[in-house]
C-alpha cells in the first residue's frame, strides 16, 4: 500500500514536471481566422457600409465614407491592421445585406441593422456588440397636426423593404386595428423622397434614422416624430460566421472604444495613460491604475495579443478614431440626437453601453 502511495507521488511529480509553467507574461499563440488573414494579405479591410444614411454612413461633399458606422470600421481597422484609414467600403442597400454577408464578400457590416434572431441564424453571420440602442418610430406632416401613430388611421405610410422596419410597422397597424395603406418602396431614398412629395402621410424606420432623414429636409420643423416607440432596434456590427477568432477582434474593438470612454481616455489625451520615458512599470502603474495598464496593453501586460493582434491595440484605435463618446459627440449630435439620458449613455450615467472586464 505504502509502496503504491510513493509510486503514485512520484508519477505525480512527474507529470507536473512536464507541464508548461504559464505565467501572465507567457506568449500567447493565437491562430488568426481565414478572415483576418485575407484583411491582412490584402491589407484592407473591406466594410459593408450604408452610403445615404446621415450620420451613421454616407458619403460625405469630399466623396468620403463619413459616419458613427463608418468610424466603427475605422476602429476595426485600426485594431487590426494598425491603421483606420485601410478601409474598403462596400456600400449595401437593405435587402443586399443577407446576400453580402452569405457570399463572403465583406469582412464585417457595419450598416444600422438591427440584430434579430432569425437573422443571427440564418445570415451565416455572428453579431457582434450593440453599437447602438435604436427603436422604430414614425414621422408625419407637422401640418396635419396629429400626436400619435394612431392619427395616420385611414391615410398611408411610406416604408423601405428588406427592413425590420417593414414587418414592425405591418404588426403594429395590426395590433392596433388600424387601417393604414403601407407604400413599399426598396430604395431608401426612394422612400423618404415619396413621403416629401406627399404621396405618403407618414414615414416609418428607426427613430435614429428619423432623425437622420429630418435633418436633410428643406424645413425640418415642417416633420415632427410622433412619441410612440414601436420596436426594439439594437443596431449591431456583423462578422462571417466561419471566422469566430475575427469576430473577438471585432467584438473587443467595439467593447474598447467603450471602455475608453468609461475610463475618460480620449484621443486628445490617451498619450498621458503611457508610460512616461523612464517611468518604470510599478510607478506607472500605480499612477494609471492596473486596470487602465491592462487595457492598453502596457507594462509586461496582456491585451491585443490574446486576440492575436498589436498587443496596444487599443492605444491604435483611440488615437486615431477616438473613443465611443467621441464617435458618438462627432457623427450623431450634429443630426439632432442627444446622447445624456438615453440608453446609448455609458452603464455608469444610466445607460447600457457596458463593456466586459479587459482582464
Ligand atoms: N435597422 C433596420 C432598418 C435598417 C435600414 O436599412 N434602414 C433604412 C432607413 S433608415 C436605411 O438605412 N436605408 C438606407 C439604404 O438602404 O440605403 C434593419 O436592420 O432592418
Not at 82 to 108: C, H, N, W, Y
Not at 338 to 344: F, K, Q, S
Request: charged share 20%; glycine share 10%.
Amino acid at each position: 500500500m505504502k509502496t503504491r502511495a510513493v509510486f503514485l507521488v512520484a508519477l505525480l511529480a512527474l507529470l507536473l514536471s512536464a507541464l508548461p509553467l504559464v505565467s501572465a507574461q507567457d506568449a500567447i499563440t493565437v491562430t488568426l481566422g481565414p478572415v483576418s488573414q485575407r484583411v491582412i494579405d490584402r491589407d484592407s479591410l473591406v466594410c459593408g457600409a450604408n452610403q445615404s444614411l446621415q450620420g451613421f454612413g454616407f458619403v460625405n461633399d469630399e466623396g468620403q465614407f463619413e459616419g458613427f458606422d463608418i468610424d466603427v470600421c475605422r476602429a476595426v481597422a485600426a485594431a487590426i491592421l494598425g491603421d483606420a484609414t485601410k478601409v474598403e467600403f462596400r456600400p449595401l442597400q437593405a435587402p443586399e445585406r443577407q446576400a453580402a454577408m452569405q457570399s463572403g464578400e465583406i469582412d464585417i457590416m457595419s450598416r444600422n441593422t438591427t440584430m434579430t434572431l432569425s437573422r443571427d441564424s440564418q445570415w451565416a453571420t455572428t453579431f457582434g456588440p450593440i453599437t447602438f440602442y435604436d427603436g422604430q418610430g414614425v414621422i408625419a406632416r407637422a401640418e396635419l397636426g396629429i400626436d400619435s401613430i394612431a392619427g395616420l388611421d385611414g391615410g398611408s405610410i411610406c416604408v423601405q423593404t428588406g427592413t425590420t422596419t417593414e414587418l414592425n410597422i405591418t404588426d403594429y397597424i395590426e395590433a392596433n386595428s388600424l387601417s393604414i395603406e403601407l407604400q413599399v418602396f426598396a430604395d431608401a431614398n426612394a422612400t423618404w423622397e415619396a413621403y416629401v412629395q406627399g404621396r405618403c402621410d407618414g414615414f416609418t424606420t428607426d427613430k435614429s434614422g428619423l432623425a437622420a432623414y429630418r435633418s436633410t429636409a428643406e424645413d425640418p420643423g415642417a416633420h415632427v416624430i410622433l412619441p410612440e416607440t414601436i420596436s426594439k432596434e439594437p443596431l449591431a456590427i456583423l462578422t462571417p460566421q466561419n471566422d469566430p477568432q475575427f469576430a473577438e477582434v471585432a467584438a473587443w474593438t467595439v467593447y474598447g472604444l467603450i471602455q475608453a470612454e468609461e475610463f475618460g481616455i480620449t484621443s486628445a489625451n490617451v498619450a498621458e495613460f503611457l508610460p512616461a520615458e523612464g517611468e518604470a512599470d510599478d510607478a506607472y502603474t500605480a499612477r494609471v491604475t492596473p486596470a487602465v495598464a491592462r487595457f492598453l496593453g502596457q507594462a509586461g501586460n496582456q491585451s491585443g495579443n490574446y486576440l492575436g493582434i498589436a498587443n496596444d491595440y487599443m492605444v491604435t484605435v483611440i488615437t486615431q478614431v477616438g473613443n465611443y463618446g467621441e464617435i458618438y459627440e462627432r457623427n450623431l449630435v450634429p443630426i439632432g440626437l442627444e446622447r445624456a439620458g438615453t440608453l446609448n449613455d455609458l452603464w455608469t450615467r444610466g445607460g447600457l453601453m457596458y463593456s466586459p472586464p479587459f482582464r
